[in-house]
C-alpha cells in the first residue's frame, strides 16, 4: 500500500498521500498506527506530517479544502473493519474537485508554465472566484495569466503551490513537485531527466516556431523566459525601462488569449494571413477547428487592428515565443530594428485593449 500512496500522490488527478492520510485520522478516527504501518512509514514521522498540516491550515485555500473534504466523508464512525485501499478511496473522493484529470492538467501547463517565469507569483483574494498571476520586475508588476480559484485549490492539494505571503490577499509561488509535475506534463519521462540536471530557474517545454517558409514547428525553448520579459528588463537611452508598463501588459494579454485560442483537441489554427513572410503557410484553416472560439476571436481582432508588419512581429516575439534577433533575419530586417517595431506595435496593442486613451502618449 505504501507503494500506491506514493504513486496517487504524484499523480495529477491524485491530492498529496499527507492529507489523505491526514483526512482519514481526522474525518475518519483511524489511529495513526494504522496509518503508519499501512503506508510504510515510522509512527513519529507520521505525527510530525499531522502535525505540519495543522500548522498548513493556516492557509486559507487549503483549510477550505479540508474542511469541505472533512463535510463530504461517509457519515459512518467506525471504518476499523475497512481495507485501508477502500479508506483511501473515500478520502481521495472526498478531497477531490469539481475538475477533471484533463482540466487539471491543461491549466498545469499554461499556469505552472508563467508561475515559473522569474518573479511569477499567484495571488487569490478572498472572496474573487478568479486568481491572477502576476510578474515582478523591478518596481513593475503585470498581469500575465488568470485562473478560477478551483484550479488553485486542485494545485495546492498536490502541493504544486505554496504560499509565499500571507493577507488579505493571499500570494502563492510554484514549488519544487510543481515544478516536477510541469516538466513531466511538458516532456515526459525522458525530458523529466533533462529537466533535473537544467538550472532550477529554466523550464524546458515545446512552442510552436515560425519556419523560413513561414510554417509552424515546434522547438524546445526555455518557457520560464519570453523575449517580451527579457524586452522588459532592457533599458533606454535615457535609463528607464524600454517598455511602459501599459506596452508589457498588452503583450502578456495577447500571449494569455494566445494560448487559450491553442486549446482544444486540435490546436492548429491557421494565423498565417497575418504574417508578411510565408511560403504556403500553416497547413489546416482557422473555421474548421474546434475550440475556445472566443479568445480565437480576440487574438484575431487584435491582429486585424494591428495590421500585417505590426501583427508579423508581435505574434513572432509575443505568441510563438521566437526571439528578437531570429525575428529579424526570418523577416529580413536590420539589427536591432525588431524592438522598435515591436514597442511601436505593443503601443498600438494596448490602445486597442484600451490601456491607454486614441490620444495619449506613452513616455
Known amino acids: 500500500m505504501a507503494a500506491d500512496a506514493k504513486a496517487c500522490a504524484g ?41 505540519r498540516i495543522e500548522q498548513l491550515r493556516e492557509d486559507p485555500i487549503l483549510d477550505r479544502c479540508l474542511d469541505r473534504a472533512t463535510a463530504n466523508l461517509p457519515g ?96 502563492y509561488t510554484i514549488t519544487a513537485p510543481g515544478r516536477t509535475a510541469l516538466a513531466r506534463l511538458l516532456e515526459g519521462d525522458a525530458a523529466r531527466k533533462r529537466g533535473a540536471e537544467a538550472a532550477p530557474h529554466q523550464v524546458s517545454g515545446e512552442r510552436l516556431v515560425m519556419g523560413e517558409d513561414g510554417s509552424t514547428r515546434t522547438m524546445r525553448v526555455n518557457l520560464a523566459e519570453s523575449p517580451l520579459a527579457l524586452l522588459a528588463r532592457r533599458k533606454g537611452s535615457d535609463g528607464k525601462p524600454f517598455l511602459d508598463p501599459v506596452e508589457l501588459e498588452a503583450g502578456e494579454r495577447l500571449r494569455e488569449e494566445f494560448e487559450r485560442a491553442q486549446m482544444g483537441p486540435r490546436v492548429g489554427q491557421n ?72 514597442k511601436i506595435a505593443l503601443e498600438r496593442l494596448a490602445r486597442h485593449y484600451g490601456l491607454v486613451q486614441g490620444n495619449q502618449h506613452m513616455a
Request: hydrophobic fraction near 40%; proline fraction near 4%; glycine fraction near 10%.
Open 11 to 51: 499523480f495529477t488527478g491524485c491530492p498529496s498521500a499527507s492529507y489523505l492520510g491526514y483526512l482519514a485520522h481526522v474525518g475518519l478516527s483511524v489511529p495513526l498506527r494504522r496509518l503508519a504501518r499501512e503506508t510504510g512509514r515510522h509512527a513519529s514521522s507520521f505525527s510530525r506530517a499531522m502535525r
Open 76 to 171: 459512518r464512525t467506525d471504518v476499523s473493519d475497512l481495507p485501508f485501499e477502500e479508506i483511501m478511496t473515500m478520502t481521495t473522493q472526498a478531497l477531490a474537485t469539481p475538475l477533471s484529470d484533463s482540466q487539471i492538467e491543461r491549466e498545469a501547463r499554461r499556469i505552472l508554465r508563467r508561475l515559473s517565469e522569474t518573479g511569477a507569483f499567484l495571488a487569490v483574494s478572498g472572496g474573487m472566484e478568479l486568481a491572477v498571476v502576476f510578474r515582478k520586475s523591478g518596481t513593475t508588476t503585470t498581469r500575465i495569466a488568470t485562473c478560477p480559484v478551483t484550479v488553485v485549490e486542485a494545485f495546492r492539494l498536490r502541493d504544486w503551490i505554496a504560499p509565499a505571503d500571507r493577507g488579505k490577499i493571499m500570494r
Open 271 to 342: 494565423w498565417d494571413r497575418f504574417l508578411t513572410v510565408h511560403d504556403g503557410g500553416m497547413s489546416g484553416g482557422g473555421d474548421r477547428l474546434a475550440g475556445p472560439q472566443d479568445a480565437r476571436n480576440r487574438v484575431t481582432e487584435a491582429f486585424s487592428a494591428l495590421g500585417p508588419g505590426l501583427a508579423d512581429i508581435t505574434m513572432r516575439c509575443c505568441c510563438f515565443l521566437e526571439g528578437l534577433e531570429t525575428a529579424e533575419r526570418r523577416m529580413g530586417w536590420s539589427a536591432r530594428s525588431g524592438k522598435v517595431v515591436l
